[in-house]
Structures are given as structure tokens and as C-alpha cells.
Nanobody, 121 residues
Framework: QVQLVESGGGLVQPGGSLRLSCAASGSIFSTYGMGWYRQAPGKQRELVAGIGSGGSTLYADSVKGRFTISRDNAKNMVYLQMNSLKPEDTAVYTC???????????????WGQGTQVTVSS
């Protein structure tokens, strides 16, 4: 059974930074892609960033240049560094185990419980 547990969310002022972490169980973490999704109230869930097993990354246009996804396979961890945060980044952020192929990220069935990020003055 795969478990994904996010942490690091909170309240931050516009222009601030947060670092989200996702701890994954399972012995074959390194062979999967990992993704961060977010869902704001009244909106559909959207892919924020994805990272392949080899470290290739992709980002939503809205976060390019501000967010960075990374992974530590030795620790079974994936991170999302979020800088220059905007009020429109407010959402529940969830990590996912998936497949990264052909420059695209495909979510699989395992999701974390999510962590709330609120950007407000």
C-alpha cells in the first residue's frame, strides 16, 4: 500500500515563500514520476508541477519561474518550493504518484490528503 503525506502548507503574505514536502511509502519510489496538484474552491484540480524518475520536470504556465519541484529518492521525498506567492496560488496542494513520459505527467491512483496554502495579506 502506497501512502503519500504532505506537509508545509500554511498562511503566507503575497510575495512570500513556502516549501511543501511529500513523504512517500513504498520501496520503488524512485521508478515513478511524482506530481503536485492544487485545487482552489470552486475550481477544478490542476497539475502544478511534475517530475520524472530521472529528474525531468514540467510546470504549469502559471507557476513557471516561481515554483520548483524536486525529489530525493534516498528519502522517498518530493518537494515543491514556492516563491513569489500570489493570492491566486491559494489552494489545497496534493501530491500524486504517477508516470512522467514524453514530457507529460500522467497521474496514477495514489494521492495524499492535501495541505492548505493560503496567500493573503
Amino acid at each position: 500500500q502506497v501512502q503519500l503525506v504532505e506537509s508545509g502548507g500554511g498562511l503566507v503574505q503575497p510575495g512570500g515563500s513556502l516549501r511543501l514536502s511529500c513523504a512517500a511509502s513504498g520501496s520503488i519510489f524512485s521508478t515513478y514520476g511524482m506530481g503536485w496538484y492544487r485545487q482552489a474552491p470552486g475550481k477544478q484540480r490542476e497539475l502544478v508541477a511534475g517530475i520524472g524518475s530521472g529528474g525531468s520536470t514540467l510546470y504549469a504556465d502559471s507557476v513557471k519561474g516561481r515554483f520548483t519541484i524536486s525529489r530525493d529518492n534516498a528519502k522517498n521525498m518530493v518537494y515543491l518550493q514556492m516563491n513569489s506567492l500570489k493570492p491566486e496560488d491559494t489552494a489545497v496542494y496534493t501530491c500524486n504518484r504517477g508516470t512522467y513520459y514524453g514530457g507529460r505527467y500522467y497521474p496514477l491512483e495514489y494521492w495524499g490528503q492535501g495541505t492548505q496554502v493560503t496567500v493573503s495579506s
